[in-house]
């Protein structure tokens, strides 16, 4: 009767629950999903008629609808750029979108007023670019503490521009409009050149030219009347929000009240559990535990099989569910070995999670969970994978087997002992057991990444290149040091609006105008690379979540104009004896891979044989009298004039 009891309690906390918060939820989604279905309304847009319908945000599996990007069931970003779209959007649009990231109506011809988003505290991009957007440039923008890019060129806004000041804005552009006023002297705004307010003949003061004498007047008639009605529009208490905090509350104070009475009952439970010798049922019942929360716990031991299987839903070998298929000859684990393996997360990226998993007697592989990939059938999906498989290049990180399901796709790899060359940099910084990333292992890495580069550039017979996703995350070390280059054949499988967004190669100069990534992006991306590996700084084009990076092409190009060259270089490789020359030469390679035109750029056959012609330091002893006395000899100074010279 005990436990039958427990039962009751638990099934009737269920259901208060369930009243209490999934109500809620779902009210939630069905808002996001009427703000979409109003969206679509306005656009009339064939093509999102037929692709927005159904569930906006499953758990289970990807979003089907165009330019959605979710979280946490939440839609996280709108992405509907180069569409055509016409229509009118209204200010409140996104105002229920909370959890709202990256908003992009670039190049349409979208009409309205630009939008309030006092409800969006978690936005970080915004691009209404190319668009017909007239009107103030809304004041709700600066509440966005989290904003990093913000651009309203191309449109007919009016008025004045507000004070923006959020030291994460690092895009700026409000070129192309009818704005007025002096530009405001917050340090943020006046970072920015002109080109970035140009063509608004009334704006005035720096960074322009133009003086604000005889402006001043039409400045100040235009920064207080446009802010009225989105002050009002903004103060509107959020009524629905607080009934559900009120549902919270009573929630809580039921949930705290039932699981008292549960300890209670469970107290008497194990009691009579003990008595009756059943303690093994007690322990089988706490180990058939749900795996829904593996994702929040990346680093704890768990078993593979709760990669891709929620509790209830075991993967099985059969046709239904789908096989682990092997591309690699000299594999010999089978499916069953894989789900029984323990497992540790590596991480998240641009594909999905990744995963360590160890299997007894066998040699550790990494399991790749993919996401946000284009709609693919199983033979789709089956000719991509191979095509990925007999790309064999010693420097090429393997894959060794792929799953495919309705519900996941799984890729297997070998395991890279030794780490991604980004940790190799960064990682460890300041702490005394961190081991020196001196100038022959950065050498190494060049050299193995553009060999790897080159063969896939140059492979005729296989039809994905370019890479698209090159970045130091991606670039790893076996146990022998042997460079190893990952995520290679990707790039076609996730959908456009993810890898515009996500994807080093998409961030290329060239991309924002011609919206294509070629061989050349790699060539930039490359560049970039070898300047992070110089540096020792984080490159922004290619930071991980959560680290700031910064725009290290333009900090190196300053750097070399301004003549102070030597103190471009890691601490690390400066201090080493004889190796000023090959970083140098190296140095010259970057620049010449991260030129804006892509026509001015190598080739990476050539780039191979330069780094071939770049000799190791003789010595990985530190010297630093010899590397600083070196900086300042003539020899140096001819260099860096020459990688100026270069760069013009």
Same mark, same amino acid.
């Given at each position: ?13 269920? &259901? ?93 011809? &979208? ?195 709760? &990669? ?341």
């Amino acid at each position: 009767m005990g436990f039958l009891s427990i039962l009751r309690y638990f099934f009737f906390l269920m &259901i208060l629950l369930c009243s209490f918060r999934c109500s809620p939820i779902k009210a939630q989604l069905q808002l996001e999903r009427d703000a979409l279905y109003a969206l679509k309304a306005n656009f009339n847009d064939p093509f999102l008629n037929v692709n927005w319908s159904g569930s906006q945000c499953p758990r289970r599996y990807p979003t089907q609808w165009y330019g959605i990007i979710c979280a946490n069931g939440k839609v996280s970003g709108i992405f509907l750029e180069d569409m055509g779209l016409t229509g009118t959007v209204r200010s409140d649009a996104f105002s229920v979108f909370t959890e709202l990231t990256i908003l992009s109506f670039k190049n349409n011809s &979208i009409s309205g007023e630009v939008m309030n988003f006092s409800s969006n505290a978690k936005m970080r991009e915004i691009n209404l670019s190319g668009n017909k957007f007239q009107g103030p440039i809304s004041r709700s923008l600066l509440s966005l503490v989290s904003l990093e890019s913000l651009q309203l060129q191309d449109n007919n806004l009016t008025g004045s521009i507000p004070e923006f000041n959020q030291s994460s804005l690092r895009v700026f552009d409000v070129s192309n409009n009818n704005l007025q006023g002096e530009i405001p002297k917050t340090p943020i705004l006046q970072s920015f050149s002109f080109g970035f307010y140009s063509s608004n003949s009334e704006l005035c003061g720096p960074p322009t030219n133009t003086a604000c004498n005889n402006l001043n007047d039409t400045a100040d008639s235009n920064t207080t009347a446009p802010s009225e009605p989105e002050k009002d529009s903004s103060s509107k208490p959020n009524k629905l929000g607080t009934v559900f905090l009120l549902f919270d509350v009573a929630g809580l104070l039921a949930v705290i009240l039932l699981f008292i009475l549960y300890f209670r009952k469970a107290r008497k439970l194990k009691k009579i559990l003990k008595k009756h010798g059943t303690e093994e049922r007690e322990q089988k019942q706490s180990a058939d535990e749900d795996y829904d929360d593996f994702e929040t716990e990346q680093n704890r031991s768990m078993n593979v099989a709760a &990669i891709y299987a929620h509790g209830k839903e075991a993967v099985v070998e059969g046709e239904e569910k789908g096989n682990l298929i092997f591309l690699q000859e000299n594999v010999k684990f089978k499916l069953n070995d894989l789900l029984k393996a323990s497992a540790e997360g590596l991480g998240k990226g641009v594909f999905g999670n990744t995963y360590k998993a160890m299997m007894e007697g066998m040699p550790a592989v990494v399991v790749k969970r993919l996401r946000d990939l284009k709609p693919l059938t199983s033979e789709e999906f089956r000719k991509h994978s191979n095509i990925i498989a007999d790309q064999k290049h010693p420097n090429l990180l393997p894959l060794l087997a792929y799953y495919y399901s309705k519900e996941e796709k799984l890729m297997v790899y070998r395991f890279a002992e030794k780490g991604n060359v980004f940790n190799r940099i960064h990682g460890g910084r300041g702490n005394n057991d961190r081991i020196p990333f001196r100038w022959n292992a950065r050498l190494s890495v060049a050299r193995g990444v553009a060999r790897a580069l080159e063969y896939l550039h140059l492979n005729k017979s296989q039809s994905i290149v370019p890479h698209g996703n090159l970045k130091s995350s991606n670039v790893l070390l076996d146990e022998n040091e042997m460079v190893l280059v990952s995520d290679h054949g990707l790039t076609s499988l996730i959908a456009l609006t993810i890898a515009s967004n996500r994807m080093a190669s998409y961030k290329s100069p060239e991309y924002h105008t011609s919206k294509k990534v070629t061989r050349k992006s790699d060539v930039w991306s490359y560049g970039c690379l070898l300047l992070e590996l110089l540096t020792g700084r984080v490159s922004a084009h290619s930071a991980p979540p959560g680290t700031t990076g910064v725009d290290i092409c333009s900090w190196v190009h300053r750097a070399v104009r301004e003549e102070w060259t030597a103190e471009i270089f890691d601490i690390e490789i400066s201090v080493q004896r004889n190796s000023a020359p090959g970083m140098l030469k190296l140095l010259q390679v970057a620049i010449r891979c991260c030129e804006k035109s892509p026509e001015k750029r190598p080739e990476m056959t050539q780039v191979v044989k330069e780094l071939n012609n770049i000799r190791d330091a003789d010595s990985e002893e530190e010297d630093l009298s010899s590397f600083d006395q070196s900086l300042t000899d003539e020899s140096l100074s001819t260099s860096a004039s020459g990688i100026i010279g270069n760069e013009r």
